[in-house]
């Protein structure tokens, strides 16, 4: 009796490296589009430093978290992970415009 577990098994694994490689990839233009992002921040913490503007803008935060939270209702993403995540982003960005406003430059880490 032939064993059809294993050609599922096979389907089923074949399946998952399709989706998984779809991941990668999204997984990779989220890297590179992140990395644009804080280029351009960059950017924006130079200019404030060069201006002496401080490195936060609590407003523009304000404005940009509730329409980041109404796109991520929008595409059916929880508003409170898109909430979590720009939070995160937004301190890293505040760290690199104070370091850029007492240094000049930003360190990374390799």
Same mark, same amino acid.
């Given at each position: ?37 804080? @280029?351009?921040?960059? %950017?924006?913490? =130079? &200019?404030? $430093?060069?201006?002496?503007?401080p490195?936060s +803008? #609590?407003? @523009?935060?304000?404005? %940009?978290l509730? =329409? &980041?939270? $109404? ?6 993403? +929880? #508003? ?10 937004v $301190? ?9 406003a ?9």
């Amino acid at each position: 009796m032939p064993d059809h577990g294993s050609d599922r098994d096979e389907s089923v694994r074949a399946e998952l490296d399709g989706i998984r490689l779809s991941i990668d990839n999204i997984d990779a233009a989220l890297t590179h589009l992140l990395a644009e992002r804080f @280029r351009f921040t960059q %950017q924006v913490g =130079r &200019l404030k $430093a060069a201006n002496g503007m401080p490195p936060s +803008d #609590p407003e @523009r935060e304000r404005v %940009q978290l509730a =329409r &980041l939270r $109404a796109l991520a209702a929008e595409s059916h993403l +929880d #508003p409170a992970f898109a909430e979590k995540w720009f939070n995160f982003v937004v $301190a890293e960005v505040i760290h690199h415009h104070e370091q850029i406003a007492s240094t000049g430059t930003i360190e990374t880490q390799q």
